[in-house]
C-alpha cells in the first residue's frame, strides 16, 4: 500500500496526473481481484510502465491482457473507471460472471475483446450505450439471453463475434452499415436470417436451426417446387438439433445426480477400495504388516458394530478385533488403523479418544455423518459404541494422504505428484467440503489439512474425518470460513510443495507466499521444485495461488464461499483445457 501511496502523492498536483493516479488506482483495484499473482505491476512506478498498460497523455487507453491467467469476476469500480480507455483486450482468460455494469462509463471504447472467458448472463443494455464500439468481440463465453436489437446503437460497429455462447431465442434484424464481421455460429439461435444480415456467409450461422438468406430456405419462403428433400433436410436438422440437446439434458442430469451431495451410497466402491493392494510406491516409509502384523487388540465388551447404510456386511466385529492392524496415524480425535481383514478386505479405524456422550446422542451425530454422501467424501461404513471404547470403520483409502504423497520421502526416489493430478485433487476435496457446508449455514469440517484428504487407488480425493469435530469436545474455531482458511493453505501447500508444519515447526504459508512475492525475486522461487522441473503451467500454478491467497484472507469476511472456490478451480481446468485448442487465437482481422 505504502508505494501505492508515494505514487499517488506524487501525481496528485496535475489535472492530467490526477487522472492516472485514478487510473492507476482502479488498475490496482482490477489486478487485486483477477489477477494478483500474475500481474506483478510495480505500484512505485507509472501504470503507464506496466505490463499491458498504454497511455497517452490524458491516462490510461489501452489495457491488453490476452492470456495472462486472469482469474475471477470483474467487479465494478475497477475497468469501469478507466474513463479514457479505448482498447480493453482481456481474451483468453478464465473471467466469468456477469460483466461490470460499470463497463458503460467508458464511453470512448473502440475496442472490447473478452473472447474466450466464461463470461455469462445477458448482454446488457449498457453494451449498446457504448457508442464508440468498432469491435466487440464476446465470442466463446457463456452469454445467455436474448441478442438485443439495441445493438444498432453501436453504428460504428466493425465487427461483432457472438459464437459459442448460449444466446437463445430470434436474431433481430440488426442494420448496422458498418458491420464486416459477423458471426453467431454456436448458439441456440432459431427462426429466419433477417433481412440485413443475408449477404453475411453461411458460417457465420452454423450449429443452429436457423434459415434462410445463405442458409436453406424457411419453411414458408421456399421456392415454389418444394422438393421431398430438401424439406427432408429441414427435419432432419431439427431432428439433429432435438437430438443434441436431449443429449444435453442428459448429459446435465448424470452430472447433476453424480455431484448431489446426498448422492446414491457408491456401493460397488467399498469392496473396491477396500480391496485395492497398497502399491509399492505408496508404503512411504511405514512397514506394510499384512499377515504378520497382530491383531487389532481393542477390548470391548459385549456390544456389535453397528452397520450404516446399504453397505454389505463382509464382516463382523470379532473379525475385525481378529484382524491384524497396523497404525495409521495419530489424528486431532485418535489413532487410525489399517485393518486387514482378509487379503482382499481391508478397512480404516478410527478408535475415537475423549468422546464423552451417551449413545443415543453418538448414535444420532453419526447418523447425520453416514448421511452425507458424496464422492469426494471418505465413506463411513460402522461404528461401535461402549462406554469405555469407541470407534468407526471408514472405507480404506490406498494410497494414503494428500500429506504423505506431497511430502513423504522427499529426496529419495518418489514418484513425484504431477500438476493435473494436484489440480484436480485440489477441485474434488473442494467439491468434498463444499458438500459438507451445503448441509446447513454453519456446517463446517473444523480440520481441514493434507493429512485428513484421503486418496484412491485412482486418484481420487476423499476429505476424511467430517463430522468428528461435533463428536469431541474442542476449542477450535468452527466456522466454514475457517475451513476456508484452511483449505487455502492446502492449495497453498500445493504448490508451493511446502508442509506448513515441519518437524514440529509452523510455517505459516499464506505470509511466505506474500513475503517471497513482495520481495519480488521472481514467482518461480513460489513453486514446488517437483513441478518446475516437469515443465508444469506456470499461470495455472499462479492462478491456484491466487484463490489459496484468497481464502487466507486475514478478514473471515473477504474469505470465498466454498462453492466459488469450486468454481474457480474448474475455471483454471477449463482455462488449461482450451489453451491446448490452439485452433481458437483470434480477434478478428486488422481493420483499420
Ligand atoms: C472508481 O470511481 C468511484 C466513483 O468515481 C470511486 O468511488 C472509486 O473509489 C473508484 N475506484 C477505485 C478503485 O479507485
Ligand atoms: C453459464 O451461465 C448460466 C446462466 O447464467 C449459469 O447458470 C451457469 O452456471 C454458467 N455456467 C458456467 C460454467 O459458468
Ligand atoms: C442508444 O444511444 C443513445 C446515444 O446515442 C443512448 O442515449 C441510448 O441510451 C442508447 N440506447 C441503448 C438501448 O443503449
Ligand atoms: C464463425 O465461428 C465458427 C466457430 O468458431 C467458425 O467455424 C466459422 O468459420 C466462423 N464463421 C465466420 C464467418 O467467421
Ligand atoms: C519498483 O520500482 C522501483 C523504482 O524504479 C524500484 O526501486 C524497485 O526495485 C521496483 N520494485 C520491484 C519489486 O521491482
Redesign the pocket.
Known sequence: MFPLLVFLLFYFFSPAAADLAADGSALIAFRNAVGRMVLPWNTSLSPCKWKGVVCSSNGVTSLRLPGRGLIGQIPTGTLGNLSNLRSLSLRRNALFGPLPSDLARCTHLHFLYLNQNRFSGQILPFISSITSLIRLNL?DNNFSGEIPLSLNNLTHLNLLYL??NHFSGEMPNLDIPKLE?F?V??NRLKGPVPEKLRGM?A??F?GMSMCGGPLQPCLGEAPLKLTNSSSLAGGAIAGIALGAFALFVLVLTVLFLFFRCKGKADEANFTETAGAKLPESAIKGKEMAAASAPPLGIAVSKKQLVFLGNAPRLFDLEDLLRSSAEVLGKGTYGIAYKAALEESLVVAVKRLKNVKMPEKEFAEKIKAISAMEHPNLVPLRAYYYSREEKFLVYDYMPLGSLSSLLHGNRGSSRTPLKWETRIKIALEAARGIECIHSTSPSASHGNIKSSNILITSSYRARVSEHGLSHLAPSSQNLTPEADVYSFGVLLLELVTGKAPAHGGRFVNLPRWVEETLIRGEGTRELFDEELTRFRSPEEEMLMLLQVGLDCTSQNPDHRPEMSSVVAKIEEIRHWAARKKDKL?EKEGPVVF
Do not use: V
Open positions: 465470442a459464437e459459442s464481421h458471426n455460429s454456436f456467409p458460417s457465420a452454423l481458437k
